[in-house]
């Protein structure tokens, strides 16, 4: 009699150490979120679909861009797999209603952080760390003679309806006394189609979406970027509020691209240092920050070897950047403000 | 007998009077609990998601500006005034597209019971190429390939009394200065408003023709041939005997048809014509008040229509036959 009694009562012990297991493995996490996309097994991405540089369809059909390796760090960090991304083309002026009703789980679309994106009372959103510090900027057709802001007094000037873009130039125009024709697109292909079609003056938008769409337009030497900088744009990965768990994920893979340009870790000695850290128990650092011990990916509901996972989805920030912004690509920009701070730039990872 | 006594008393839930009084009584209690239940759900879904409606912001400054407004405004003013800076504009292309896709949809029209065939064949190709292709598409034709095509500066198309050029199409007098057009006396109107009222005239004047077309071939031939022998002219045929009789058929499909322009209107964000929907984009991503914006926006053009139906009904009751 005694021994089915004991298994009987062992039964729901048992059950309960599975599911202490379950909670450990998850650290305690509860992010509808994170559940909603590992039951899915799909990361789904809101990006613009059209940017070289940021997000853009290749002719064999895989996205490229710097936003797209976001999304793919992202994959790789939760997921395991950088492909397991579905990306979302998404409008200027349906980007945050796609993220609200939780259409895209991360808005990786060089969206400017601003305060009133991120407030509860505004569009509710968590911001990650910014992926890339622009400005705003005009670009003018080279033989029209326009030197600055001046000369494009009662001019009709193209910007994209809805975006910060408009309520700058407003501003900016306002405080210089000067009158203009605001004309509204709602794509970005139509705000660029009226502008090469010389309906506008010039086109106003980030420096560096202006910079990208030159290298596609048909003689792009034709077209120069005004020396006038009239905003700051971070462009920034972001979240919906209501799931911070998911957003303090979003954040850390994003910081793990810095921390990794920093420590010297890139997409080809990757493995070389992971078995550095393995066999030598004194870099401490670097063994927790490649999840050869301590907790970090439990912490956050990722992979316990996220950062490994994400160098070799794109190696680090700064390869991303050359890849797809910088010299290796056709936009060959440069990397201005978004240097890590020991090079004089604003990315600054905390510690992990 | 039966009469004298007061009968036997009728137990309440058999009174023919009452039962249909507590049937009424109890279904107004249920559909009051469920919507009252409709709406509790949606404030406090509304509230836990921090968006319970607010309209203060409606008061702060926009922020933004206006290309073309017709009602004067600056980026210092208020929301309110922006959107209703919007609406005027949206009300001005309604105006001017339902009188000009009147017009051409009842040439079309009549052009079809013309005995010209050639008039007869352009009238039919008209309508059927107009039909079946989107009015979207049509919009970014009439903006990206016509009017975005029109030369600038001094090659400008110059006719008597009007200038056609990229800057905008001047009526009355305008001079070249500096190479760009200035107006001098008369009207100057922008390529998008241009493009989008050509548009939408086109689109709808097609549907137009064919109500036209249909009333007018509902007025008994017999009509025709009385005029005839009365020794009336074609023109005289059509305008007094046969159009106010086609009138009473016209009349309520032409109801449809203005409604339909007047919900069109909105897609003007395609060719960079800033009307109601387009102010209300940027007014919705800068506030973030999405479920108010929305509101606001169902609500101007429900108004719209129903301005329009109302007034349509009575040209209805106007043109129908007066019995007596």
């Known amino acids: 009699m005694a021994p089915p009694f004991r298994l009987a009562a062992a039964i729901p012990l048992i059950a309960s150490l599975g599911l202490l297991g379950c909670a450990n493995e998850g650290g305690g996490l509860q992010s509808p979120k994170m559940a909603t996309i590992q039951a899915r097994g799909r990361l789904v991405c809101g990006v613009d679909g059209k940017l070289p540089g940021f997000s853009f369809v ?38 945050f209603a796609a993220l609200a009703s939780g259409e895209v789980d991360l808005l990786s679309r060089n969206t400017t952080y601003t305060l009133s994106r991120d407030a509860a009372g505004g569009n509710a959103m968590s911001f990650a760390p910014t992926v890339f510090y622009d400005g705003q900027g005009v670009m003018v057709p080279s033989g029209s003679g326009i030197q600055d802001l001046k000369d494009l007094a009662g001019k ?25 024709t605001p004309l509204k697109f709602q794509t970005l292909d139509q705000t660029y189609a009226a502008y090469l079609s010389a309906r506008c003056s010039a086109v106003s938008t980030d420096r560096s979406q202006l910079a990208a769409k030159r290298s596609s337009f048909p003689d792009p030497a034709a077209h120069a970027l005004l020396p006038v900088v009239m905003s700051k744009e971070p462009l920034t990965p972001a979240t919906v509020n209501a799931d911070p768990v998911w957003a303090d994920a979003v954040r850390w893979v994003v910081y793990a691209l810095f921390q990794a340009e920093e420590l ?25 920050f490649l999840g050869v011990e301590g907790s970090f990916g439990q912490q956050l509901g990722l992979k316990p070897d996220f950062v490994v996972r994400l160098i070799k989805a794109g190696g680090n920030y700064g390869e991303i950047y050359e ?20 090079d004089g730039g604003l990315l600054y990872s905390p510690p992990f | 007998m039966r009469s004298a006594s007061p009968g036997p008393v009728i137990p309440w839930w058999r009174d023919r009077r009452l039962i249909p009084w507590l049937v009424q009584g109890a279904l107004a209690v249920v559909l009051l609990v469920v919507v009252a239940f409709l709406v509790g759900n949606l404030v406090r879904n509304l509230t836990a998601a921090g968006l319970l409606l607010s309209w203060q912001w409606l008061g702060q400054p926009a922020g933004f500006d206006v290309a073309e ?34 017009l051409l949809g009842t040439l079309a029209g009549s052009a079809a019971f013309s005995s010209n065939a050639l008039l007869r064949a352009l ?21 990206f390939v016509v ?4 030369p600038n500066g001094a090659q400008a198309i110059q006719l008597p009394g009007l200038v056609l050029a990229k800057s905008g199409l001047y009526l009355g007098r305008a001079a070249l200065a500096d190479g760009v057009w200035q ?23 097609a549907f137009i023709a064919e109500v036209v077309r249909g009333g007018i071939a509902a007025v008994p031939a017999g009509q025709w041939e009385a005029a005839r022998s009365l020794g009336l002219a074609p023109a005289q045929t059509m305008g007094r005997i046969v159009l106010p009789q086609a009138l009473r058929v016209i009349v309520p499909g032409l109801n449809n048809q203005y409604i339909s322009l007047a919900k069109s209107s909105s897609l003007a964000v395609a060719c960079g014509y800033t009307d109601l929907y387009s102010v209300a984009e940027t007014t919705l991503n800068q506030t973030g008040r999405a479920v108010e914006v929305v509101l606001i926006l169902l609500g101007s053009y429900l108004v719209i229509d129903l301005l329009i139906s109302a007034v349509m009904n009575g040209v209805n009751r106007l043109v129908q036959l007066q019995e007596r």
Request: net charge positive.
């Open chain 1, 58 to 95: 290749t002719p064999d059909g895989s996205s490229k861009g710097m936003d797209v390796d976001i999304c793919r760090a992202t994959a790789a960090a939760l997921l395991g797999d950088p492909d397991k991304v579905d990306y979302r083309p998404l409008d200027v002026t349906d980007r």
């Open chain 1, 156 to 180: 009709p000037i193209c910007v994209p309806s809805g975006s910060t873009s408009e309520l700058n130039l407003a501003n900016r125009m306002r405080e210089l006394g000067l009158p203009y």
């Open chain 1, 264 to 288: 010297g870790i890139t997409q080809a000695n990757v493995e070389a240092k992971l078995a550095e850290a393995k066999a030598n128990p004194a870099l401490a650092d670097l063994r927790r």
């Open chain 1, 323 to 342: 890849r797809t912004l910088g010299n290796g690509s056709s936009l060959k920009l440069d990397r201005g403000h978004n240097r890590l701070w020991k």
């Open chain 2, 69 to 102: 407004p017709l009602l004067p405004f600056d980026a210092g003013m208020p929301y309110w005034r922006g959107l209703l800076t919007g609406l005027v504009n949206t009300l001005r292309v309604v105006l001017l597209g339902l009188v000009g896709a009147t």
């Open chain 2, 123 to 143: 009238a039919r190709g008209y309508v059927e190429l107009i039909r079946n292709i989107p009015l979207l598409l049509q919009l970014l034709f009439w903006y």
């Open chain 2, 147 to 150: 009017f975005l095509a029109l």
């Open chain 2, 183 to 205: 107006l001098q006396s008369g009207l100057r109107i922008t390529v998008e408003f241009a493009a989008l009222l050509t548009g939408l005239v086109v689109f709808s004047g």
